[in-house]
């Protein structure tokens, strides 16, 4: 029989090479950390979106996104058991230590804030694992993109009515200075050694600095369009 070559796609059960386990490990922990914490009480950094809903109408949607985000976490809380990687609260006792956790989600100019800037980082994020090769990634990036879209296009209506008002778009404009940076650092470092492994293995297509060149180019205009300053792109970032 002929010499197979590398698998185009791995499936759960398929014998995997360590170097691609590895990296696959890594691509779902950095997803886990924001979407599985919120699985576990002490690790759920979004719990008090609900309470600064203004309307009942905005309750109910965040409801709906609240549970979306959850089933995000469920997702990948099963792509891990499924590798025989289960996580516990234990491995979330740190995450409320990390950067995007640390922004305070204060008021409901924030979570706008974080609806169209840090889920659409998400989504960008996401769309560039579809079509990966671990089958059962691509399986529910697609989904998971769909309610992403959602969730930018709330906090995008969202902030186009806080702006509507001068007091609002002055404490949008205070605001975009403290999550500009964040939705850019997101993105990870643009010198990442692991981006060409990620490429030759096909987990990810694009890497770090040209997925953040897009989002730049799709989010400066819309922000501009709400009459909002775009701080400075190297500004208060902490992973360049
Ligand atoms: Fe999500
Ligand atoms: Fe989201």
Redesign the pocket.
């Known amino acids: 029989m002929e010499q197979t070559q590398t698998p185009q796609t791995f499936e759960a059960s398929d014998p995997m090479p360590d170097e691609y386990r590895e990296l696959l490990l890594r691509v779902l922990k950095v997803a886990a950390d924001t979407e599985t914490s919120l699985l576990f009480p002490e690790s759920d950094w979004l719990k008090g979106v609900m309470d600064l809903a203004p309307t009942p109408e905005d309750r109910l949607k965040m409801s709906r996104?609240y549970a979306?985000?959850l089933t995000?976490g469920y997702y990948f809380y099963t792509l891990l058991r499924n590798l025989d990687v289960t996580p516990t609260a234990a491995d979330y006792a740190t995450v409320r230590q990390l950067y995007f956790a640390q922004v305070p989600l204060d008021t409901w100019t924030d979570v706008a804030l974080l609806?169209c800037l840090t889920?659409r980082v998400?989504l960008f994020q996401y769309q560039n694992m579809e079509g990966c090769s671990y089958a059962p990634l691509a399986r529910i990036v697609a989904k998971i993109a769909r309610?992403?879209v959602g969730?930018i296009a709330m906090g995008y209506h969202n902030l186009t009515t806080i702006c509507g008002h001068a007091d609002g778009k002055a404490r949008a404009q205070a605001l975009l200075f403290k999550w500009y940076p964040v939705a850019l650092d997101m993105f990870g470092r643009s010198d990442s050694r692991r981006e060409p492994l990620y490429k030759k293995w096909r987990l990810k297509r694009l890497g770090n600095e040209e997925l953040r060149r897009a989002y730049i180019n799709e989010v400066r205009p819309l922000l501009e369009g709400l009459g909002l300053e775009v701080p400075d792109e190297r500004s208060n970032r902490r992973f360049l």
Request: net charge negative; no cysteine.
């Open positions: 996104f979306e985000e995000h609806n889920d998400g309610d992403e969730h």
